[in-house]
């Protein structure tokens, strides 16, 4: 399906008068009821072609003027008509957008109960064998990133020109392995926003989110120590921890509120915890969202037991709300947080820049980055500063939340269209992927398998697991605009999970999900 | 002083006639001896304004026919002058350069003695207080990359431009993890030069020649492990083992020839050794060079112990004769060496594009990249691949090892004209590096500390250890083209070393480079 226009929307409520004009209607109104009458059937209609699908969840609704000047009626019949709809939980009112077709509500997945002792990590293997799988193939919902279309192109290819004719030998000098003093200044003025109060001198550029995540876990943590995480994680960290001999501690996780500090606080009293990896913002692949209150315990947990808290944020901007969610590292007051975010996601892919606020473990990091990659390429440094100080980038990403809330609503809504009954996923407040539960019976990896054939992708649930875990899992990200193809691939995958479902209800395995059990 | 000039040659040249006329004669010649007589006045003018400094070891010469129309004399005779100049080991000819005033020539430092122990390596804090002293610093003999002037700054600008324009979306996209074909197939393309038969499959795209450093070790050992190296090597290197928790065994190498294949072989055949990284081209410190013959040896006895070989060869192509020496790569027919190289040093430092031709582990190469930087920029390895297919870099390449070819006379000239007695240094057929022993008693950190202040920096000897040895000794990095300034820093340099060598006279410390016995 295309997207939603004003124009469609009016040319459908046209065509569908007659339609509705047929239907059983209501005991005649008194002449004081007409305006009643009026809001009613304007909202029955609408409420039609939302049952009927002509109206999908997260469609944008015309302005209350405009449908007042379209359909000759008064401001007043129209509010009516939209208060009616939201009492019903068909539409819903986004701050400074308008009003949307409300998402239909799923429960979502459970609080995950992963074993309480520590393992060693192998996804290496399942990593390589999907990469293998999806190299080269159509993305479906497999990225975790925007599609390239999304992002400010045209800006930034002026802004570099201009950055090469500035400084002639910019692609020849190393610019330093901290970063240029331009960049990291606007990424300190830039964390003011969610209150971090940092100079210049606190930050550490880096390639990308990764290489961050990589110089933070390095300059805490040891071969064979032990790390604690989400419960399910990203894939990229548990790789990391294989690659550098460590050891995950899953913790339990809500897929809506973040990770079980009752859990946290349990691993880390008996002291055998070195660091602790989290994603309090939109974590991946679940979505979660933790609390600012949690946050502010999980920050004066850690601290207390001198365990370092690398805070990967890299979603934290991607809100659906009015306000951005604050970062754990708000409320360190003692540099005990790494704080690792990415302008990777937000602006430009293909720049690989990203940044570490590294609170007390600033030189360790440094010279880490040093030993990684020395330094991050000096042009793309100045023009995303650039671009950071024209002011551009809160205009782009307004326009990119936008542009994540509805394709998570068109996601949500197919998702309760085309997947089996028993089908579980979370509805995040912010990012632009969902963790969804199959029932017990679908095997993730063998759907991708076929799926992937079909040109559908998506990572399987067991990618995010030290252990294997998750096996009728998946998670589903939806960084491309929606279109007509992209319904259709959802729709397939969710027959082809109902296929695979029956098929194998003679041999059903167990719901790994829930196998651990908390001791 | 400046660069020498052919103007300026003649002008000297014709004013010393007057005193040349003045030195005693030889006996009168016979008529048949004039021409003779001819060729070795030119010869002894020539030798005579070597000796007083007016010309300085590296300096060019005028061309054969030149000298021969300004001083109106006969072709043979200048090219007898120049036969007996050479017969007298002052002047040398350069392929396709000309002739060329000889350097002089130092004793190298003697082969190394490190200890047949593996050591736990702590050179962390010591590289840490290394960067602070040198940050922000005038560059001085610290850095060892070529100066920015020396890069095709111009020509890749231009390409990265078309790049931008051709391909819109360009910094939108990761551009795959293994990297952009077209850039991989020029390389592979690039191998055949040195023997390589590869195909873009074979070649891994990395940030810069530090991460494709990381990649090979990450993908051929496990924390705790034993890696033979050279002794003395890269500090860079020893610092990625502390991170990684390798334990380093260094080898007895030459300073000329390279590691001793006798110790390597001993050390290998107990089967501690997991890896083994060496840069058998103008190694660094040292710019040693190891044989073609001794690198066939080196490839099949780790292949034959099963101990891959990573093999940094990013001087490779900073050789200073008619041909680039052969990488051991060229040697390898199991796939047992993983090949590093970058064009961060040859094209543009600031674009920070690496690579590695991993052999047989080439899928542990590429999950390590997914996780470490997940992609290299792809606009920089558009522009580079576009560069180096309009044969732009061939060029390019040609001008710069003239310029270091130069730059190392003249650090040659300088350390015999300025240092004190007893130094020592190599003299490598290429880079742009030099290993300089002073005499025991000088304190290399020390005198950095020092020299520092005056704006002259270079790395001190006990960086290129396990074990804080070679206390006196330093590596001078010259990517500069010569002026009056460097010249007046390395005399300056050396003042302070024979100051501190004086001062130091009474409580004079061991010469910890020769410390170690060899079992």
Redesign the interface.
């Known amino acids: 399906m295309v997207h939603f226009n004003t124009n469609c929307f009016f040319a459908m409520v046209r065509s569908r008068r007659k339609i509705t004009a047929r239907l059983p209607c209501r005991s005649k109104p008194m002449k004081s009821d007409r305006r009643s009458t009026l809001y009613a059937a304007l909202a029955d209609e609408i409420a039609g072609m939302i049952s009927a699908g002509t109206l999908r969840s997260g469609d944008k609704l015309p302005s209350l003027r405009e449908l007042r000047d379209r359909r000759g009626v008064s401001l007043s019949t129209v509010t009516e008509a939209f208060r009616m709809l939201e009492d019903r939980g068909l539409i819903e009112a986004r701050p400074q957008s308008g009003f949307f077709v409300r998402q239909k509500l799923s429960e979502p997945p459970p609080r995950s109960r992963p074993s309480t002792t520590p393992a060693a990590v192998t996804v290496?293997r399942r990593?390589?064998d999907y990469?293998q799988l999806t190299r080269g193939r159509q993305q479906g919902f497999c990225y975790a990133?925007m599609a390239?279309?999304?992002?400010p192109?045209?800006q930034?290819?002026k802004l570099?020109?201009e950055a090469?004719?500035d400084s002639?030998?910019?692609?020849?000098?190393?610019?330093g392995?901290r970063g240029l003093e331009v960049l990291r200044r606007q990424i300190a003025r830039h964390a003011m926003e969610w209150g971090g109060r940092f100079n210049a001198d606190d930050v550490q550029i880096t390639?990308?989110g990764?290489?961050a995540l990589?110089l933070a876990l390095?300059a805490v943590t040891?071969?064979?120590d032990v790390v604690a995480v989400e419960s399910p994680t990203y894939f990229?960290l548990l790789?990391?921890f294989e690659?550098?001999?460590l050891k995950a501690l899953e913790i339990p996780t809500d897929p809506e509120q973040g990770v079980s500090l009752t859990a946290l606080d349990l691993a880390v009293r008996d002291g055998a915890v070195a660091a602790c990896v989290l994603m309090p913002n939109f974590s991946n692949p679940t979505g979660s969202l933790m609390s600012d209150e949690a946050k502010q315990r999980l920050v004066k947990l850690l601290d207390e037991h001198s365990v370092p808290l690398i805070e990967d944020d890299i979603y934290g901007e991607f809100y659906q709300g009015r306000e951005r969610p604050r970062p754990a590292k708000a409320f360190d007051e003692t540099g005990n947080v790494l704080y690792v975010a990415s302008y990777t996601k937000l602006v430009?892919?293909?720049?690989?820049v990203g940044h570490i606020i590294p609170g007390r473990y600033r030189?360790q990091v440094?010279?880490?980055k040093?030993?990684?990659?020395?330094?991050?390429?000096?042009?793309?440094q100045l023009t995303l500063a650039r671009f950071l100080e024209s002011g551009g980038h809160d205009h782009h990403m307004r326009r990119m939340r936008r542009l994540c809330t509805d394709q998570m609503a068109r996601l949500n809504d197919g998702l309760a269209r085309y997947f089996p009954e028993g089908t579980r996923w979370t509805r995040p407040k912010g990012g632009y992927m969902c963790w969804v539960k199959l029932p017990a019976g679908v095997d993730s990896t063998r759907l991708l398998e076929t799926s992937v054939e079909e040109g559908i992708s998506f990572a399987p649930g067991p990618l995010f697991s030290a252990r294997n875990a998750y096996r009728n899992y998946l998670r589903l990200c939806v960084g491309e605009p929606w279109c007509e193809a992209t319904e259709a691939k959802l729709k397939r995958l969710g027959e082809l999970a109902r296929q695979q479902l029956d098929n194998g209800a003679k041999a059903p395995f167990a719901d790994t999900g829930n196998l651990f059990e908390l001791g």
């Open positions: 290496n990593l390589w990469l990133v390239p279309q999304c992002f192109n045209v930034l290819q570099m020109n090469l004719r002639p030998t910019l692609l020849s000098k190393y610019g392995t390639a990308g990764i290489e990589n390095r040891q071969p064979g990229g790789q990391l690659s550098m001999g430009a892919p293909g720049m690989r030189s440094e010279i880490l040093y030993i990684n990659t020395f330094s991050t390429p000096a042009v793309m």
